[in-house]
């Protein structure tokens, strides 16, 4: 059931305003790329399937053997992954000025539940995976919103109703089931979804990346991105399927340390191309190699061309002897925003304070990372000859963030594993490494989250620690950049920055949308000593940033999944994010975030059917998702 909220009050904020104009010489140039040729690999569409029980089932058919960290997955088991999050506790940890509360601001339009944990299990006939985080995608046009998420897609109308129901991406995608709990034969896992509407081809671009395994679910190393094009999403999608392994196979370049993963992919568009780019980690090992920018022609795509070139190009000690790391591809609200110059230029933001990027363990820095590509008219012909150029931009101190607390209250999961009868349910025997406890949320590391490019500025946001009342917490760095491309270079300045941070709670996972007028809106959750985690957003102003804090949906109760207990995932942080959403429709802003849309007791988790909560939750996890419309 979905419910239009009330129009929200603000809460608060903590913002510091800093506008340094900066600009770097620029970076030396990047390997050269790798052009080679995809092609069209059939048709996917959506297909209704039943839904099923959501019973929990053997746990080697609830968690999935790849459990890498940013795979939306719990902790390695069978030693096939890599641990590919490379945190460390943070050396600095900047300071943010206290704002007051603010109680008029964005207008809320309408905020209903997307598709939310038990949706994702429960798909085709449940034969689906138990999945954490849900890593949000999110993209609207032509009267559709679509949502994509771990292991789920949905079509909704703009009040909330479906044009479609909740499938699994397996069957969207053409695959057989990610686990068979029939056969008991295993599928691919796809994973990572990312989505956008293009307003010059009027079409939907989705994304997701797919990891191969043999039938008894062991993985073999082959991965690709599967990139879905429909005019309509709720009808056919051509798929193309690129090869991101990077060990010579299947037409790849021959990296280090292959077969690689593709992780973490994200797209964008400028007005001749479609842009994805991924962070290449060694897929068996622990080694990282750098970001990989992809370059399509975009038109190629929407036409359905059987045929397509795409241009590779790795970042390997591009940025002034750093790997680049994740390179978020700008998308623009409208086909007037493109940048013509330089025969069509592309931008991108990253971040550098990863050890991904530094090699070290400090995650602190004082820079972030314009990169523009330039020629994207070259796209279109038989020789595509674009030149990718980066530039350090100097920003305030950014830094890992803590862990992020969340409200005390009913944590059944948990509780259960406490409790020697109930865990036996859950693991076939007593938690050996029980007690457990209310988890803490993953706040991300810093890498750069999603980004805009309208009126000449480039808005992007990342998660730092901020100290707010002389406490350190997760909050969140955002900032907006005026580039200027040239032929073999780009410069860039800073037009403004700041950090957001709310006392006693955390803010996490930003992501900013800004309209062709300069209005935007950041995206995020909210979490803290006084609140469950929750959506909501501020006002983000072309010129003056971020405003007050505002809620779209206040969380309901703790996150409650099995990524944040000892005795399921090793582990005493639950996986969360990996990122939000924003989609511009017109003057007005689509925001999607993670949220707990739902709680409930020890006893009514135990209750028939077990771990159900009354169908609102499964036994292994309880995350939701929530869809709202903003005008700024």
């Known amino acids: 059931m979905y419910r239009r909220l009330a129009p929200v009050v603000a809460l608060g904020t903590a913002i510091a305003l800093i506008g340094v104009p900066a600009a770097a010489s620029a970076a030396p140039p990047t390997a050269a790329p790798v052009v080679r040729h995809i092609q069209l690999g059939g048709t996917g569409a959506y297909r209704p399937t039943p839904a099923g029980t959501g019973r929990l089932g053997p746990l080697s058919t609830e968690i999935p053997r790849s459990a890498g960290p940013d795979e939306g997955f719990a902790p390695a088991t069978s030693g096939q992954r890599a641990d590919r999050t490379l945190a460390r506790p943070a050396r600095v940890r900047p300071n943010t000025s206290f704002g007051s509360v603010v109680r008029t601001g964005p207008q809320l ?5 997307g598709i939310n944990h038990r949706d994702q299990r429960t798909a085709n006939n449940g034969n689906q995976f138990s999945l954490e985080p849900p890593d949000q995608g ?65 079409r939907f671009f989705l994304v997701v990346l797919t990891l191969e395994a043999t039938p008894a679910g062991d993985l073999t190393g082959d991965n690709h991105l599967d990139i879905a094009v429909a005019a309509d999403p709720t009808k056919t999608w051509n798929i193309y399927r690129l090869d991101v ?75 002034a002897g750093r790997n680049g790391f994740t390179l978020w591809p700008a998308q623009s609200p409208s086909t007037a925003d493109y940048d013509t ?13 990863a050890e991904e990027a530094t090699g070290t363990d400090e995650y602190v820095s004082n820079s972030i990372v314009t990169w523009s590509l ?42 259960c594993l406490n409790d020697d009868a109930c865990a036996t349910v ?58 200027q491309s040239h032929r073999s270079s780009v410069s860039a300045s800073l037009v403004n920055q700041g950090q957001l941070g709310l006392a006693g709670n955390n803010l996490t996972y930003p992501a900013i949308g800004v309209n062709a007028a300069g209005d935007g809106v950041m995206a995020f959750t909210l979490t803290g000593n006084n609140f469950y985690p929750s959506a909501a957003y501020a006002a983000f102003d072309g010129r003056a940033g971020a405003g007050a804090i505002h809620l779209a949906k206040a969380g309901l109760g703790p996150e409650d999944g099995f990524t944040g207990y000892k005795g399921l995932a090793d582990s005493t942080t639950s996986r969360w994010g990996d990122y939000g959403a ?45 869809i709202s419309l903003i005008k700024p």
């Not at 056969?183 to 796809?190: D, K, Q, R, S």
């Not at 350090?392 to 607390?405: C, D, F, G, I, Q």
Request: include cysteine.
């Open 109 to 113: 339009l309408t905020s209903f539940d």
């Open 138 to 202: 999110l993209c609207v046009g032509n009267g559709h919103v679509v949502e994509a998420v771990n292991d789920a897609f949905r079509v909704f109308n703009a009040d909330g109703t479906g044009q479609t129901g909740v499938i699994d991406l397996n069957t969207l995608y053409g695959y057989p089931p990610s686990v068979n709990r029939t056969t008991g034969v295993f599928g691919p896992e796809l994973t990572d979804p990312s989505c956008l509407y293009d307003p010059s081809t009027r």
């Open 245 to 319: 392994t990077d060990d010579g196979t299947h037409g790849t370049p021959v990296h280090p340390n292959c077969p690689c993963i593709g992780d973490y992919p994200h797209i964008g568009v400028d007005a001749n191309g479609f842009y994805l780019t991924t962070n290449e980690y060694s897929f068996f090992g622990t080694e990282y190699n750098s970001a990989q920018v992809y370059a399509f022609s975009k038109r190629a795509l929407a036409r359905g061309d059987a045929d397509v070139l795409v241009t590779q190009i790795d970042t390997t000690a591009a940025d």
């Open 341 to 353: 110059a330089q025969r069509g230029t592309a931008y991108f933001l990253s971040s550098n304070a």
């Open 374 to 415: 330039t020629n994207t008219q070259s796209l279109s012909t038989a020789h595509p000859d674009i030149e990718l150029s980066n530039t350090r931009v100097k920003v305030r101190t950014y830094s890992l963030p803590p862990e992020a607390n969340q409200k005390p209250g009913p944590f059944p999961l948990g509780q």
């Open 426 to 483: 859950v693991l076939g025997t007593p938690d050996p490494d029980k007690p457990e406890a209310e988890s803490t949320l993953d706040s991300n590391d810093t890498r750069m989250q999603q980004v805009t490019y309208t009126g000449g500025r480039l808005y992007g946001a990342l998660d730092t620690a901020v100290t707010v009342a002389g406490h350190s917490q997760a909050g969140i760095g955002w900032y907006i950049v005026r580039p």
């Open 582 to 626: 924003t989609a511009v429709d017109g003057r007005n802003i689509w925001i999607a975030s993670e949220y707990i849309g739902q709680s409930c007791t020890l006893a009514q988790y135990e209750a028939d059917p077990f771990g159900s909560c009354g169908n609102t939750r499964t036994a292994l996890a309880n995350w939701d998702t929530r």
